[in-house]
């Protein structure tokens, strides 16, 4: 559910339906606190013994990151082709910054995003400090082959009044 429930989040939050996406993410982050994805087989996670273990790693691990890496791709609008990565982010009314502590991997590179909200429009974007020109009012290209290994990407918007 938590891979499917990510996505119902992506799409509310691509239509601008923030308020349903808000009681999506809080469903997710609920069932992860109460431990309802500790283990599908046993009591719905309720009971920790019959936790399995693969690779070192348990099954909730790699199944709960499905829902919130599909939030993430949805406060983004995360879009990778061949050989582009597009991103339209769509936050939240109320939230005017976000820096991701985590990167976007995209091929080999890894992209860590920021987006400063004051205004509707992609006035600005910069890569590694330096303008990027690839972008329209409400999306940006990344193009792969001018992103560094590591590549810290801000997106700027600016006041439409």
Known sequence: WMGLGGLDVWSHLIVADYERAEVLIRLLVDMQKNHYLQDRVEKFGKDKTGMAKTSGCDYPARHAVGG???VLR???DIQPTAKSLRLRPHLFPD???INLKVSV?????QVYLRVVKNGMNIKRVTVNGKDYENHINDRVELDYEELSPISEVSIYYGGDR
């Open 105 to 109: 991997y995209f091929g080999a590179k």
């Open 95 to 97: 939230i005017e910054e």
């Open 74 to 76: 949805g406060l983004f």
């Open 68 to 70: 919130f890496g599909n």
